[in-house]
């Protein structure tokens, strides 16, 4: 079955950074979209970046542009988040999730077919 497996997670002082990784498996990879998304207590899962599946396009949402990279090797079944300047706001868990087919442009939660159990980042200020 289809398996998505975060780490990279931890405790970081504003102004730092923090490498996420997103290992999968089960799945043809470079057929799926891959999304990261967040979650902070009290707040609904909202999107933070997607690339496509085999050219590489990405989108970020707004409050990370500039900050945040998402990448992929599609060799090691892998997507990553790495993430710079680093802000108390950015404090959630973080998810990846993979969508059969989809482009770098969904943003969604719905839009996508699996999901891992995320990995947890909290910055302190």
């Known amino acids: 079955q289809v398996q998505l497996v975060e780490s990279g997670g931890g405790l970081v002082q504003a102004g730092g950074s923090l490498r996420l990784s997103c290992a999968a498996s089960?799945?043809?990879?470079?057929?799926?979209?891959m999304g990261w998304f967040r979650q902070a207590p009290g707040k609904e899962r909202e999107f933070v970046a997607a690339i496509s599946g085999n050219s590489g396009v990405s989108y970020y949402a707004d409050s990370v542009k500039g900050r945040f990279t998402i990448s992929r090797d599609n060799a090691k079944n892998t997507v990553y988040l790495q993430m710079n300047s680093l802000k108390p706001e950015d404090t959630a868990d973080y998810y990846c999730?993979?969508?059969?087919?989809?482009?770098?442009?969904?943003?969604?939660?719905?839009?996508?077919?699996?999901w891992g159990q995320g990995t947890q980042v909290t910055v302190s200020s």
């Open positions: 999730a993979a969508d059969y087919g989809g482009s770098s442009n969904n943003r969604y939660p719905y839009e996508y077919d699996y």
């Open positions: 089960g799945l043809t990879f470079n057929y799926y979209a």
